[in-house]
């Protein structure tokens, strides 16, 4: 599985930006897909995850309530809608898929597949 991440880009305090992470192969479907964030001088952060299946999300509780995670399966390809951002949200972003995590969705080990990252800068 390829992944290619997009839609990163600068915006100022409160706004919006929706990233995309378009997946090739057949058996997109069949991934647990994840999105993490690395911010200048920290290790990598999980942000939220999707199941392959049904649809179910988790989220980190920094963004949960602002964040939105969904997958167009049709379309191999999954999004992360953020809202509200805030400058600390600033980071790359990338998009990850799992074969599966069972209950360590934020364990980013666990993800067998990784895009290129997108920059998001949020300004105060």
């Known amino acids: 599985v390829q992944l290619q991440a997009s839609g990163g880009g600068l915006v100022q305090a409160g706004g919006s930006l929706r990233l995309s992470c378009a997946a090739s192969?057949?058996?997109?479907?069949?991934?647990?897909m994840g999105w993490f964030r690395q911010a200048p001088g920290k290790g990598r952060e999980f942000v939220g995850t999707?199941?392959?299946?049904?649809?179910?999300?988790n989220y980190a509780d920094s963004v949960k309530g602002r964040f939105i995670i969904s997958r167009d399966n049709a379309k191999n390809t999954v999004y992360l809608q953020m809202n509200s951002l805030k400058p600390e949200d600033t980071a790359v972003y990338y998009c990850?898929?799992?074969?599966?995590?069972?209950?360590?969705?934020?364990?980013?080990?666990?993800?067998?597949?990784w895009g290129q990252g997108t920059q998001v800068t949020v300004s105060s």
């Open positions: 192969g057949r058996t997109f479907s069949r991934y647990s």
């Open positions: 999707i199941r392959e299946s049904a649809g179910i999300t």
């Open positions: 990850a898929a799992s074969r599966g995590y069972g209950s360590s969705w934020d364990v980013s080990s666990l993800y067998d597949y």
